[in-house]
């Protein structure tokens, strides 16, 4: 009897310390989930499995039924559609808001706060994430268009389907700049690889990025679901965004 019991608190403690949950993740948000990840982690116990990819996409995924627990978009009308239709349980909350940055690996580029560099014919290709669902991509479109160099450049435009091929475009020269995350530039990962700089937030829509709790994440993880929802808006996570270079609301 003593042995059963034994058995039983045993496994009742490898279940809880190999739990996982599904995050699908928008890509802007990459490298910041993964200190994220580790500090729950560290807290919990619990293991969190990030799907990167594009907020549109993952939406799409979503309404078919993918197994995803926590969906963390790079807006708030995507998680908001999810909730309308019933496949998320909370209204969106924004945990954070995004900073658009031009960057390149280039030598000898120059940056102008207007971006007439752009049209420059040294700049042959300009990458920007897939504006139709990327939430960073219809920024970049906003911003262009602000300064009326769209139509002078838009045949110079290659999209990456998120932020993720499209930062690959600009680290790799594929393409001589693009528009990306402020969190991916200063990033441990990609920090010190060419140059970069901030586009006037005021020239786009704000970047407020919102999480819910997916249907799917209560049904089969609900504790495991919130404890990771409740984290990301806890002060310790709130310190990992802003070194990421987000904006958070409150302290």
Excluded at 129 to 142: L, S, V, W
Excluded at 210 to 237: E, M, P
Aim: charged residues 20%.
């Amino acid at each position: 009897m003593k042995f059963l019991k034994f058995t039983i608190v045993y496994l009742v403690f490898i279940t809880h310390t190999y739990a996982q949950i599904t995050l699908a993740v928008a890509a802007n948000v990459q490298f910041a989930m993964q200190q994220l990840k580790e500090e729950f982690k560290k807290e919990t116990g619990i293991d969190a499995s990030i799907i990167i990819g594009s907020s549109g996409q993952f939406t799409a995924q979503i309404k078919e039924g993918a197994p995803y627990d926590i969906f963390i978009s790079a807006d708030m009308k995507y998680p908001n559609s999810l909730y309308q239709s019933k496949l998320a349980i909370n209204a969106p909350k924004v945990y954070a808001s995004g900073s658009l940055v031009i960057w390149s690996v280039k030598k000898g580029i120059k940056f102008d706060n207007k971006l007439n560099f752009l049209l420059l014919d040294n700049i042959k290709r300009i990458a920007i994430a897939n504006p139709t669902i990327a939430p960073y991509g219809e920024a970049a479109i906003e911003v262009l268009k602000h300064f009326n160099i769209y139509d002078k450049v838009k045949d110079k435009l290659v999209y990456g389907e998120s932020i993720s091929p499209t930062n690959q475009f600009i680290v790799s020269g594929a393409a001589d700049a693009g528009f990306t995350a402020k969190s991916v530039v200063v990033s441990p990962q990609m920090k010190g690889k060419g140059v970069w700089m901030e586009i006037d937030p005021s020239v786009y829509s704000p970047i407020e990025q919102g999480c819910v709790i997916l249907k799917y994440g209560i049904d089969h993880h609900k504790k495991d679901s919130i404890r990771f929802y409740n984290f990301l808006f806890s002060q310790k996570a709130k310190n990992i965004l802003r070194n990421f270079g987000y904006q958070i609301i409150g302290n």
